[in-house]
């Protein structure tokens, strides 16, 4: 029930986890804001997003699908959508592992954007 797995989030410290997390980390990942090609950056708790706009011969969803492909090269799995990438750590993350995602994901977007 509802009730029950929310008081269990609470009393497992996951719910400050992942706002620790997302204050930490989200705003590492909002330094892409205003880049090039970088139309938003949005989140909440764990599930942010990066949406991308087209420039030149390339859409948006040519330039997701790139940085994606960056990401799996590196060992992250990232939901690739149309211009979108979307990205939803697992409430039980570790901090270590959250910064991997957020390192590997802006490496991969600083990348895609400087070969264009």
């Given at each position: 029930d509802g009730d029950l797995a929310g008081g269990r989030a609470?009393?497992?410290g996951l719910v400050d986890q992942v706002?620790?997390?997302?204050?930490?980390?989200?705003?590492?990942?909002?330094?892409?804001?205003?880049l090039p090609q970088v139309r938003?950056?949005?989140?909440?708790?764990?599930?942010?997003?990066?949406e991308f706009a087209g420039a030149g011969?390339?859409?948006?969803?040519?330039?997701?699908?790139?940085?994606?492909?960056?990401?799996?090269?590196?060992?992250?799995?990232?939901?690739?959508a149309d211009n979108l990438i979307r990205i939803n750590p697992p409430?039980?993350?570790?901090?270590?592992?959250?910064e991997f995602v957020v390192e590997t994901l802006c490496a991969a977007v600083r990348e895609t954007l400087a070969a264009s």
């Open positions: 609470e009393r497992d706002r620790r997390n997302a204050e930490r980390h989200f705003s590492r990942l909002s330094t892409l804001r205003g938003d950056v949005r989140g909440a708790g764990h599930m942010w997003g990066l011969a390339r859409d948006g969803a040519a330039v997701a699908c790139e940085v994606a492909s960056r990401c799996f090269a590196a060992g992250l799995l990232v939901l690739q409430l039980v993350a570790s901090d270590s592992e959250i």
